[in-house]
């Protein structure tokens, strides 16, 4: 299937034939490899050869120790919960945390698009389409686009998303959301809600692309809009505590002491702040660190430019089911999690999900947070 050399393992060559595939049907076209710790690539490709169309040539591929499997293929369907079945017509893919997927699809012969949560089995779980009823929100109000979906550390899918219906308008007509599944998707914020941490009146607007960690922490900058707010301080920085509460990084108009150590007092104030772009294509970047570190890029208004870590994850190891406590229910989430193999089960810092960690658990646990 592939071959090995020294310290490189070609996994695909345009002109070669696809494994398990009829004969004749080459690699045309290869784009958007995707790499992680678990000995997992996917990769886009076209491909041509015998009964071949442009209705059914762009494949994304998974590549691992069990072999080359197809994610999802142009023109072939997407189960649906409703019972029904669609058509993919073209496709994004982007590796998760525990080798699942944030799968975007639009539908053959529409501009319809949906978001599914691929798991490493390949079970397809609807998170969202066009067209959804949007949860927590106004009878009547639906989905209408998804712009920035990405794929974090607990499986969720994230994205930003517009909104119409009988309720909506120029105050309330899009938000956040996350969730594995369609029955489990939560609204994060919505345009018009008070943003967390900062003086009342002041609401969110609109977001730029999220930064996502194994450990499940969302980081964005957004824009707010609302009382004393104008171009001077209007984009915040905001990022997601283990319990998955939202906390205010930096924001322009801040004023920053950048003097280092024992050196006077250097105040300058943030004119502009940059988390960079987080896509399919490019896959997950890595701003954001599983110990919940962000690096990030800031501008000052005397033109000089700073690099900022910051570190505001809420470090409780022992709150596994991330309830904000440390109660008797994390122990039944810790098994669960060591069960799944999940991030959470990950209690001494080793990297690995072992028995170990139960006793780190029970450290951890006496230690509170």
């Known amino acids: 299937m592939y071959y090995e050399d020294n310290n490189y393992t070609l996994v695909a060559l345009t002109g070669e034939q696809v494994p398990d595939m009829p004969t004749g049907i080459v ?13 997992i690539v996917i ?6 050869g015998p009964s071949i169309t442009d209705a059914n040539n762009r494949v994304w591929w998974q590549i691992s120790n069990a072999g080359l ?7 072939n369907p997407l189960p649906d919960p409703s019972g029904t079945s669609v058509v993919v017509g073209t496709a994004s893919v982007m590796l998760g945390y525990r080798s699942d997927y944030c799968l975007v699809t639009q539908f053959a012969g529409s501009s319809e698009r949906g ?3 691929v798991s490493p089995a390949l079970i397809y779980q609807k998170v969202a389409r066009e067209d959804d009823a949007a949860p927590e929100t106004e009878t009547g109000t639906f989905f209408i686009s998804f712009i920035h ?8 899918i994230v994205f930003y998303s517009q909104l119409d219906g009988p309720n909506t308008n120029s105050s309330n007509w899009a938000g956040i959301w996350r969730g594995s599944s369609y029955d489990n998707l939560e609204l ?14 002041i609401a969110f607007s609109t977001t730029n692309p999220f930064k996502t960690n194994s450990v499940g922490n969302i980081a964005f900058t957004c824009n707010v809009s609302g009382s004393g707010v104008n171009t001077t301080n209007n984009t915040v920085t905001y990022f997601t505590t283990n319990n998955d509460q939202l906390i205010p990084v930096v924001r322009t108009g801040d004023v920053i002491d950048v003097s280092r150590d024992g050196m006077p007092s250097d105040l300058r104030t ?16 890595s ?3 599983d110990n919940g570190e962000l690096v990030y890029y800031v501008r000052f208004t005397d033109g000089s430019q700073a690099i900022f870590v910051a570190s505001v994850a809420t470090d409780c190891p022992a709150d596994t089911n991330g309830d904000g406590m440390v109660t008797p229910a994390d122990f039944s989430a810790w098994v669960a999690a060591f069960n799944a193999q999940a991030p959470e089960c990950d209690q001494n810092g080793d990297g690995a999900c072992s028995p170990a960690d139960f006793s780190a658990w029970v450290a951890n646990y006496n230690t509170g947070c």
């Open 27 to 39: 690699y045309d076209e290869l784009r958007f490899p995707q790499h992680r710790e678990q000995n």
């Open 270 to 285: 943030v004119e502009f702040i940059r988390l960079y772009a987080e896509t399919p294509e490019v896959g997950l970047r």
């Open 287 to 289: 701003q954001l660190n």
């Open 43 to 48: 990769f886009d490709s076209d491909i041509a």
């Open 188 to 201: 994060v914020i919505r345009k018009g809600d008070q943003m967390p941490g900062l003086p009342d009146g």
């Open 69 to 75: 499997i197809p994610i999802v293929r142009e023109g």
């Open 115 to 117: 978001l599914w949560h």
């Open 149 to 156: 979906p990405v794929i974090d550390g607990k499986g969720r």
